[in-house]
Every structure is written in structure tokens, then in C-alpha cells.
């Protein structure tokens, strides 16, 4: 895996909530994470919907203004989503399933501060 930093200064983060992936609600969890990136100053924008999510990241990313999308879900959110975006538009994910797999190969925990802190900061991996 290679690590770089995103290219883009752009705060608008689009995220697709899946509510049913995991064991348990999430909305509490993506609520607390859509207030702390909106805090930090970013512009969110939240959809269930995987179609409408998908259609605005590749909008706003053709725009040059989206700084990533984030799939707030589990493994099947994370092949959904990155299947449905052009090839070039940031991604990321705030683990909310069961198992979490893609999320654990790429060292990424399941806390909070620690997704929205990966966000601020532009680390990418490819």
C-alpha cells in the first residue's frame, strides 16, 4: 500500500449511511461524526440512498469541490460504493458493520475522532 495526501483543500464531504448495516443503530454514531466533521469546519451532506450518494460525489468531485465520500456502513457498503463512483474520487469509511473488513486491512478504527481526524488530515491510500 502506498500512503500519500489528498490533493484537494475542498471541505464538502458527501456520506452514505447505511442504517442497517451492523449489529445495532449506527444513526448516534454518524450523527456524532457528521456534528465533529461539520465543527471542523467541513459542508456534509447525508444520504441512505447509494444511487443519490454516488450521484453527488462524482457531481461535486467533476466540480473539483469534494474532499472525499464516505461510506458509514460495512463491507457491502464499501464494494457498493466503490464500484458506483468514478475511479479517481476519494473515498473513505466510518465502520459501522459487523465484521469491518475492508476498514481492518486499511488500519482504520472504529472511533469517531480517529475517522474524522483521517478526513482532516488528506491520508490516502492506494
Known sequence: ???????????????????????????????????????????VEVSTNLSQAAELANKHFEKGNLRCLVGAGGDGTASEL??????????????????????????MKKRVPYAVSLIEQGWTVS
Open 82 to 107: 466503490v464500484n458506483r463512483v468514478q475511479p479517481d474520487v476519494p473515498v473513505s469509511f466510518f465502520p459501522t458493520g459487523t465484521s469491518n473488513l475492508v476498514a481492518s486491512y486499511l488500519g
Open 1 to 43: 500500500m502506498q500512503r500519500d495526501k489528498l490533493s484537494s483543500d475542498s471541505k464538502l464531504i458527501v456520506i452514505l449511511h447505511n442504517p442497517v448495516a451492523g449489529r445495532r443503530p449506527s444513526n448516534r454514531r454518524v450523527e456524532a461524526f457528521v456534528r465533529l466533521l461539520r465543527d471542523k469546519g467541513f459542508s
